[in-house]
Structure formats: structure tokens, C-alpha cells
């Protein structure tokens, strides 16, 4: 039998994507900060004008589904987080969004192959948010654990060498930087659309 688990080594060629939400971004931004922090320390470029990390800012944590899977399909990125949060407020509201977004996230996961990180703190009150995304612990470190641990188990699962993007390194490169090229401006200010 074979045993497949993924690793937090040889990172060095895998790709990501965050997209994050820009409503509550008192949290998403600590979050990104921690899921950035947690590839770092395993050997990724977070760099947005580098080649392993892509980001997308959508305007809220329900559009996250429609743009994971997006960049899913393109078959460029190994993993993609979803990085938002949910807090709820006077009206059932909370539970609308919060339930289409996880069902979302997941079925893009499903319908491509491509793990999509379930990135988004939903809280009772601002407090819990703040406690999840650094006051007490950053749940962004965590969410990017899960990103390179799934990453390099697909690539185990797919039977794609460690150093390989989906055995087609030859052309990858070229559609990643036309792809990066893209978010660079989101990134450097994200209220661009």
C-alpha cells in the first residue's frame, strides 16, 4: 500500500493564490500577514511581483467562491486561499453568507482539483475576529499550514515530482507572470478592481 501525506519542504516551486476580502479588513489584512509570515518561514517567495504567490481582492467574503474557482481552472496554482471574515450582526444575514461562502469554497475544491483553503473566521462579535487574526493567535499561519501541506499532497496523490508544476514547467512560467502581472496593481492598492 502507499502511504501519501503531504510535507512543509520543497516548496520551492509550488504557486498560490489568496484572494481576500476587503470587507473587514481589520482582519483579512492580519490574516494575509500571517498566512504570509507561515510561507515565508517554508521557503516561499510571498513577494507579490515574485512567481509563487498571486492575490486577489474581492469586495466581500461571498464573491471569494466565484474567483477561487477562477484561478483554480486556469491549472496554474497548487493551492488557493480564501481569506476573509464573517461577523454577525442583528440580522440573519450572517448565516446567508456565511453558508454559501463554505459551500462555495468547497465545491470549487471539488469541481477542480485544486485545494481551496477555508480561510474565513466567522465570529459572534468583532472581539472573536480579532482573537482569531492575532490578539491571541493569528488563524493566518494556520490556513497557510494547510495551503502547503494539501499542495504537496495533490502533487503526491497526481504522481507530480516535487520540482515539477503538473509536469509542464516549460509553459507554466510564461502564463504565471501574465497572470501576476495582473493582481501587482491589486496588490499594490487594493481598491482596485
Not at 496593481?185 to 482596485?192: G, I, M, N, Q, R
Amino acid at each position: 500500500m502507499t502511504i501519501f501525506e503531504g510535507s512543509f519542504s520543497q516548496t520551492e516551486s509550488l504557486r498560490f493564490a489568496l484572494v481576500i476580502a476587503r470587507f473587514n479588513d481589520l482582519i483579512t489584512n492580519k490574516l494575509v500577514e500571517g498566512c504570509q509570515d507561515c510561507l515565508k518561514r517554508h521557503g516561499v517567495d510571498v513577494n507579490p511581483q515574485g512567481t509563487q504567490v498571486d492575490y486577489a481582492w474581492v469586495p466581500g467574503c461571498f464573491e471569494l467562491p466565484l474567483v477561487a474557482r477562477q484561478l483554480a481552472i486556469t491549472d496554474r496554482y497548487d493551492a488557493i486561499i480564501c481569506l476573509g471574515a464573517v461577523i454577525r450582526g442583528q440580522t440573519p444575514h450572517f448565516e446567508y453568507v456565511s453558508a454559501e461562502v463554505s459551500k462555495g469554497i468547497a465545491a470549487t475544491g471539488f469541481q477542480t482539483g485544486v485545494p481551496v483553503i477555508f480561510g474565513v473566521i466567522t465570529a459572534d462579535n468583532m472581539q472573536q475576529a480579532l482573537e482569531r487574526a492575532g490578539i491571541k493567535s493569528n488563524h493566518g499561519w494556520g490556513y497557510g499550514m494547510d495551503a502547503l501541506e494539501m499542495a504537496s499532497l495533490m502533487r503526491q496523490v497526481k504522481g507530480v515530482p516535487a520540482g515539477n508544476h503538473y509536469g509542464n514547467s516549460a509553459i507554466a512560467p510564461t502564463a504565471h507572470h501574465s497572470l501576476s502581472a495582473s493582481f501587482q496593481e491589486a496588490v499594490a492598492d487594493p481598491s482596485v478592481e
